[in-house]
């Protein structure tokens, strides 16, 4: 215990805690993998219960629906993508130095989609200036929200 290290020499403190900083980084690597998998774990379960669906026919529509779309919503994704990508960078660029929320790129991005959500903070954004934030507003909305 820690009552055994007074007085200890240097060297023998360091190791000991070095040994600790190494179980503790352990604990906190297993913690997050078990995290990880318990987030993955429900996925999967709604994942078969889509292949239970098939058994019926009225929850088979929601699988066939999925089967037969997913060529046209691969293609919307290839447009909405690089569009959504453009804002956000355009996001970081007018309102990064101004705003937390555009600093990087890894923030502007849920920052984005919570907006086309419908949750924004205009007069953040007018920090950078009115006419970049009604700009940047106006044209995403138009695009993303109202022809996307």
């Keep these: 215990g820690v009552e055994a290290l007074d007085g200890c020499p240097s060297a023998e403190c360091e190791a000991y805690f070095a040994g600790l900083h190494m179980l503790v ?85 849920p920052t984005m989609f919570t907006m086309m959500l419908g949750d924004f903070d205009f007069a953040d954004l007018e920090l950078a200036g009115r006419g970049y934030a009604f700009f940047v507003f106006a044209t995403f909305m138009f695009l993303i929200v109202l022809v996307m």
């Excluded at 929601?62 to 060529?71: F, K």
């Excluded at 919307?76 to 660029?93: E, Q």
Aim: charged residues 15%.
């Design 25 to 109: 980084q352990e604990v906190a690597a297993f913690i997050d993998h078990t995290r990880v998998f318990n987030a993955i774990v429900p996925l999967v379960v709604m994942l078969r219960m889509f292949k239970a669906f098939s058994a019926q026919p009225r929850l088979a529509l929601v699988t066939e629906t999925l089967r037969q779309a997913w060529v046209n919503l691969a293609h919307y994704l290839i447009v909405f993508v690089p569009i959504f990508a453009s804002y956000a960078s355009m996001g970081v660029a007018f309102f990064g130095q101004q705003s937390d929320q555009f600093t990087t790129m890894d923030r502007a991005i």
